[in-house]
């Protein structure tokens, strides 16, 4: 049966537990199978049969709100979104309960500043931070318990309720009301008199929670910002061209099969081949590689990068949703949704942490009263274990370093599919290379032109150019693109396949191919010797002569790329062995692994070689990451526990990797493994944080160690350590 995916765009979530209560609801939908990420605020489902509607309803049951995403603007100066209306109400709110908290707070905690009746002010001022103020947890409270669930909010309501109330009592039925009553402020629980007040906990624990809220919605919108500013890369207009007539169009408008001009300075508006022109190509925006590339008729250009040089017509192949930009954009939108291993269990963690929370403040405030402690002692300690253990750390701990992480990695052309691929870099230990393409560049250029004497080096060049020009097999190409000058005219071209070419080059019969068959068939006397070393060494050895007599040797080479030793070295330096697996012949593959510092080479490997040779790796035990560009690659690449394709690969090695390299170049491979590798890092940092935090804070809460003023400030700034802690991956070099 045929699935489907879907993304759901959620609102009203205020925690970590928010998203795991959606994510069963979801999953409790015949076959549905659904992601919900509290930092993105949104759910990834697969589905079988159930529809947009259906899943929406699903989610409204628990409690919260849900619409599939509009497509994103083309204008960048599209309205702000919602979730920016909700921040800036929030940072409102904020402010508003500042101003009115932080007098209540000095009034409670200075006792010369303590004037007759002064409480009374204390409750004017925090009424309405303790009301309106904390409304947004109180309503997501009320809303969660009409569902029959609690999350983080209801941690937070009942402490400032608790709180509040107990201030209302005391001062209308209690003493505390009483002209000339004074209190003064402990980091500890035991300060206040049973006939005091806790105005400032109710208002200060609000604004506290109401800045950590306001942080965490400032650090989502700035770590999503990568995926938004992608999103807006691409041209917003075309000058299509019709019978010779330029007509400008918005991009939306463009078809498959269009010719486009784009003059210099000019954004390429989507994924073709370039009819005509040349040009250097700026793509510093997609792949993170500063040095512009150049192309020419024949060339594949993306939607998006910059024309820098000449004039281009460009006939296009991808448009819309087909094209790179697109793709980067899903990619990335899947990583930043979905899930690593470690965060599940902070999700399993939270949705059983808050409940077993209430039973501990219960517990706390009996317990006191049991072993004879005071009534504001228990109450204090209550109040402060619901406030101190309000889990929001453990949601943000992994969703805002994979924002951040993989945002970073948009920019330096580094696409990671998933947050599972986070967990399988770290134990890579073998790191398997594709020759072709990967470590070389993949196409054939001459290598060495070595002229027999009287004959210079440009003349045989010339030559032989000739004599290729009606071939199009790669080697000709090469010797053709090679030569100087424009080839002699050759006439009565004729191909012997797997051996060589003839043609009359003025009124002489030239020949030009493989030594031996230009010595066996032509009598002529090649450089035997000299044409079987290099072809030891991988090269492809042309000879030329006419009349009988040799011209010289021409070797024809894959050509390594500039940066594949380098690339190699980097890859030993974290850890994993590099394997070099080609089809070519051991000779060319020993070759370039001798140039670029690799020991373990596999010759003559066919594609289901390829695949063969990773599950050997696999079965001797090894954790092997496969790079490749190639459709002879893709099987080998989805069989490996980490797939690396080269962005200038075929689509079809792209779909079977796990991190693509958008740039090609083999040394962002090692930047892709440490970035994934810091990334998890940092979730696991954070991770560790918010446990040993918990684990410390509510014992010492229980005992009656904590002011619930100092509770609610640690939770706060516990959840502002996580997001901070990640967003230091946007420095990532």
Same mark, same amino acid.
Not at 18 to 31: H, Y
Not at 445 to 452: C, D, G, H, I, R
């Given at each position: 049966?045929?699935?489907?995916?879907?993304?759901?765009?959620?609102?009203?979530?205020?925690?970590?537990?928010?998203?795991?209560?959606?994510? *069963?609801?979801?999953?409790?939908?015949?076959?549905?199978?659904?992601?919900?990420?509290?930092?993105?605020?949104?759910?990834? %489902?697969?589905?079988?049969?159930?529809?947009?509607?259906?899943?929406?309803?699903?989610?409204?049951?628990?409690?919260?709100?849900?619409? $599939?995403?509009?497509?994103?603007?083309?204008?960048?100066?599209?309205?702000?979104?919602?979730?920016?209306?909700?921040?800036?109400?929030?940072?409102?709110?904020? @402010? #508003?309960?500042?101003?009115?908290?932080?007098?209540?707070?000095?009034?409670?905690?200075?006792? /010369?500043?303590?004037?007759?009746?002064?409480?009374?002010?204390?409750?004017? @001022?925090?009424?309405?931070?303790?009301?309106?103020?904390?409304?947004?947890?109180?309503?997501?409270?009320?809303?969660?318990?009409?569902?029959?669930?609690?999350?983080?909010?209801?941690?937070?309501?009942?402490?400032?309720?608790?709180?509040?109330?107990?201030?209302?009592?005391?001062?209308?039925?209690?003493?505390?009301?009483?002209?000339?009553?004074?209190?003064?402020?402990?980091?500890?629980?035991?300060?206040?008199?049973?006939?005091?007040?806790?105005?400032?906990?109710?208002?200060?624990?609000?604004?506290?929670?109401?800045?950590?809220?306001?942080?965490?919605?400032?650090?989502?919108?700035?770590?999503?910002?990568?995926?938004?500013?992608?999103?807006?890369?691409?041209?917003?207009?075309?000058?299509?061209?019709? !019978?010779?007539?330029?007509?400008?169009?918005?991009?939306?408008?463009?078809?498959?099969?269009?010719?486009?001009?784009?003059?210099?300075?000019?954004?390429?508006?989507?994924?073709?081949?370039?009819?005509?022109?040349?040009?250097?190509?700026?793509?510093?925006?997609?792949?993170?590689?500063?040095?512009?590339?150049?192309?020419?008729?024949?060339?594949?250009?993306?939607?998006?990068?910059?024309?820098?040089?000449?004039?281009?017509?460009?006939?296009?192949?991808?448009?819309?949703?087909?094209?790179?930009?697109?793709?980067?954009?899903?990619?990335?939108?899947?990583?930043?949704?979905?899930?690593?291993?470690?965060?599940?269990?902070?999700?399993?963690?939270?949705?059983?942490?808050?409940? &077993?929370?209430?039973?501990?403040?219960?517990?706390?405030?009996?317990?006191?009263?049991? &072993?004879?402690?005071?009534?504001?002692?228990?109450?204090?300690?209550?109040?402060?274990?619901?406030?101190?253990?309000?889990?929001?750390?453990?949601?943000?701990?992994?969703?805002?370093?994979?924002?951040?992480?993989?945002?970073?990695?948009?920019?330096?052309?580094?696409?990671?599919?998933?947050?599972?691929?986070?967990?399988?870099?770290?134990?890579?230990?073998?790191?398997?290379?594709?020759?072709?393409?990967?470590?070389?560049?993949?196409?054939?250029?001459?290598?060495?032109?070595?002229?027999?004497?009287?004959?210079?080096?440009?003349?045989?060049? *010339? #030559?032989?150019?000739? $004599?290729?020009?009606?071939?199009?097999?790669?080697?000709? *190409?090469?010797?053709?693109?090679?030569?100087?000058?424009?080839?002699?005219?050759?006439? !009565?071209?004729?191909?012997?396949?797997?051996?060589?070419?003839?043609?009359?080059?003025?009124?002489?019969?030239?020949?030009?191919?493989?030594?031996?068959?230009?010595?066996?068939?032509?009598?002529?006397?090649?450089?035997?010797?000299?044409?079987?070393?290099?072809?030891?060494?991988?090269?492809?050895?042309?000879?030329?002569?006419?009349?009988?007599?040799?011209?010289?040797?021409?070797?024809?080479?894959?050509?390594?790329?500039?940066?594949?030793?380098?690339?190699?070295?980097?890859?030993?330096?974290?850890?994993?062995?590099?394997?070099?697996?080609?089809?070519?012949?051991?000779?060319?593959?020993?070759?370039?692994?001798? /140039?670029?510092?690799?020991?373990?080479?596999? /010759?003559? #490997?066919?594609?289901?070689?390829?695949?063969?040779?990773?599950?050997?790796?696999?079965?001797?035990?090894?954790?092997?990451?496969?790079?490749?560009?190639?459709?002879?690659?893709?099987?080998?690449?989805?069989?490996?526990?980490?797939?690396?394709?080269?962005?200038?690969?075929?689509?079809?090695?792209?779909?079977?990797?796990?991190?693509?390299?958008?740039?090609? !170049?083999?040394?962002? &491979?090692? !930047?892709?493994?440490?970035?994934?590798? *810091?990334?998890?890092?940092?979730?696991?940092?954070?991770?560790?944080?918010?446990?040993?935090?918990?684990?410390?804070?509510?014992?010492?809460?229980?005992?009656?160690?904590?002011?619930?003023?100092?509770?609610?400030?640690?939770?706060?700034?516990?959840? %502002?350590?996580?997001?901070?802690?990640?967003?230091?991956?946007?420095?990532?070099?």
């Amino acid at each position: 049966m045929s699935t489907t995916e879907v993304e759901l765009d959620i609102t009203g979530m205020t925690c970590a537990s928010c998203a795991t209560r959606i994510e *069963r609801k979801l999953n409790k939908v015949p076959g549905v199978t659904a992601s919900v990420n509290y930092a993105t605020e949104k759910a990834q %489902v697969t589905t079988e049969s159930a529809d947009a509607a259906t899943l929406i309803a699903a989610v409204e049951a628990a409690g919260y709100s849900a619409q $599939v995403p509009a497509p994103p603007a083309a204008d960048e100066t599209a309205q702000e979104t919602p979730r920016d209306t909700e921040t800036a109400a929030l940072g409102r709110r904020l @402010l #508003i309960s500042a101003a009115l908290a932080l007098p209540v707070a000095v009034l409670s905690m200075v006792p /010369a500043w303590q004037f007759t009746n002064w409480q009374w002010l204390a409750l004017t @001022l925090a009424a309405p931070v303790a009301v309106w103020g904390a409304w947004p947890f109180h309503r997501a409270a009320a809303v969660n318990a009409r569902h029959g669930g609690v999350t983080m909010d209801t941690l937070v309501s009942l402490g400032v309720i608790a709180a509040f109330t107990w201030s209302v009592y005391a001062l209308f039925f209690g003493s505390a009301g009483e002209p000339g009553m004074t209190m003064s402020f402990s980091l500890f629980g035991d300060a206040h008199a049973s006939d005091e007040i806790y105005l400032e906990v109710a208002a200060l624990v609000t604004v506290f929670l109401l800045a950590g809220r306001y942080v965490e919605a400032r650090a989502k919108k700035s770590s999503a910002e990568a995926l938004q500013s992608l999103l807006h890369l691409g041209a917003k207009t075309a000058s299509v061209l019709v !019978d010779g007539i330029e007509r400008p169009v918005p991009v939306a408008q463009l078809a498959v099969g269009d010719t486009v001009v784009v003059r210099p300075g000019e954004k390429i508006p989507s994924d073709g081949l370039v009819s005509d022109g040349a040009s250097a190509i700026d793509a510093s925006m997609l792949t993170g590689e500063s040095t512009p590339v150049e192309v020419t008729a024949g060339s594949r250009v993306v939607g998006a990068t910059l024309n820098v040089s000449g004039r281009l017509i460009i006939d296009i192949t991808r448009v819309g949703s087909d094209t790179e930009l697109a793709r980067m954009g899903r990619l990335l939108s899947e990583a930043q949704t979905g899930k690593a291993q470690v965060q599940r269990l902070a999700d399993r963690v939270s949705a059983i942490f808050v409940p &077993v929370v209430i039973v501990l403040a219960i517990a706390t405030f009996v317990g006191w009263l049991l &072993v004879g402690g005071e009534l504001d002692q228990a109450f204090t300690a209550a109040v402060a274990t619901l406030i101190i253990a309000c889990p929001c750390a453990l949601g943000l701990a992994t969703p805002t370093a994979l924002l951040v992480g993989t945002g970073r990695g948009s920019q330096l052309g580094i696409l990671i599919r998933g947050p599972q691929i986070l967990e399988q870099t770290r134990a890579i230990d073998t790191i398997v290379l594709d020759k072709t393409g990967t470590v070389t560049t993949g196409t054939m250029s001459v290598t060495e032109v070595l002229p027999a004497a009287g004959v210079s080096r440009d003349e045989l060049l *010339r #030559i032989a150019a000739a $004599v290729e020009a009606g071939s199009e097999h790669p080697v000709a *190409r090469a010797i053709v693109a090679a030569a100087k000058t424009d080839p002699a005219l050759a006439t !009565d071209f004729l191909s012997h396949p797997g051996f060589g070419v003839q043609a009359m080059v003025g009124e002489t019969l030239t020949v030009a191919g493989r030594a031996s068959w230009l010595h066996e068939q032509w009598a002529i006397e090649t450089d035997d010797a000299t044409a079987a070393a290099r072809e030891a060494q991988g090269a492809t050895v042309i000879a030329v002569g006419r009349d009988g007599a040799p011209l010289g040797l021409i070797t024809v080479a894959d050509t390594l790329k500039p940066t594949s030793a380098e690339a190699v070295a980097q890859l030993k330096a974290l850890g994993p062995t590099p394997v070099l697996l080609t089809g070519d012949n051991p000779g060319a593959a020993g070759h370039v692994a001798a /140039a670029v510092g690799i020991d373990d080479v596999r /010759a003559g #490997i066919t594609p289901a070689g390829k695949l063969d040779a990773v599950r050997a790796l696999q079965a001797e035990g090894r954790t092997v990451a496969m790079v490749g560009d190639g459709v002879n690659d893709a099987a080998a690449l989805a069989a490996a526990d980490l797939g690396l394709a080269m962005g200038g690969g075929t689509d079809a090695a792209i779909a079977a990797s796990d991190i693509t390299i958008v740039s090609g !170049d083999l040394r962002v &491979v090692a !930047d892709a493994i440490r970035l994934s590798r *810091r990334t998890l890092g940092t979730i696991k940092g954070n991770l560790f944080w918010a446990f040993a935090y918990n684990a410390a804070a509510i014992p010492l809460a229980m005992l009656g160690l904590l002011n619930p003023l100092i509770a609610g400030a640690a939770m706060a700034l516990s959840s %502002v350590f996580v997001v901070t802690n990640s967003l230091r991956l946007r420095r990532f070099k």
